[in-house]
């Protein structure tokens, strides 16, 4: 699995799919493979969706063989923040209290955008309860360590999204700033 890969910038793998030297199923699968190895030590997803994911990746891929126009992050991984909608799959917003939430039934209009520009949703990115504390933990889900020092919070609320992108984990998350989490 190459650094390289995983600490490269979005706009860099973008131009380089539609440049046809990179793969989105290669790349989905080196970022997929990185969260399945780092997510036990982190706990920054709270979900993978490595199916529609990987899906959407051979859908970015037949894209760019037929020559279609493509978004600015066509094939790009992006994690979600659990305070935002994901289309089939359940926000729980950090809270134990959602723990049975039904999947939802459509895109935040953010994600929605992500995915108009090309973007592969492939994971919910952890958030304290609500997004209402300056670090990520939570009866829910446990407390999600910064990749740098695993004895230090990567912050709040946002911090699942940012100890993923720290970790190489894809190169962007969405995160929300209600209270200045990524700033």
């Known amino acids: 699995m190459s650094d390289d890969l995983l600490f490269m910038p979005a706009a860099k793998a973008a131009a380089l799919i539609r440049a046809r030297k990179l793969s989105p199923i290669e790349y989905l699968d080196t970022v997929l493979a990185a969260a399945e190895k780092a997510n036990t030590r982190l706990n920054c997803f709270r979900e993978v969706m490595t199916e529609q994911a990987r899906r959407d990746a051979c859908a970015a891929e037949q894209a760019v063989v037929r020559g ?8 790009v991984p992006v994690s979600i923040k659990d305070l935002v909608d994901v289309k089939g799959v359940p926000t729980r917003h ?3 209290i959602f723990e049975s939430n039904p ?8 994600v929605e955008r992500l995915r108009a520009a090309g973007a592969i949703v492939f994971a919910k990115a ?4 609500f997004g209402v504390k300056g670090l990520t933990d939570g009866p829910a889900f446990g407390v999600t360590r910064n990749p740098w020092n695993l004895e230090r919070t990567p912050g709040g609320s946002s911090g699942g999204g940012a100890a993923a992108v ?4 894809g190169p962007l998350s969405l995160g ?7 700033r």
């Open 68 to 75: 279609d126009r493509l978004g600015p992050l066509h094939g």
């Open 94 to 96: 950090g809270s134990a």
């Open 103 to 110: 999947p939802a039934a459509a895109d935040d209009v953010l």
């Open 126 to 129: 952890t958030t304290p309860e």
């Open 166 to 169: 720290a970790a190489g984990l």
């Open 176 to 182: 929300t700033d209600g209270a200045g989490s990524i």
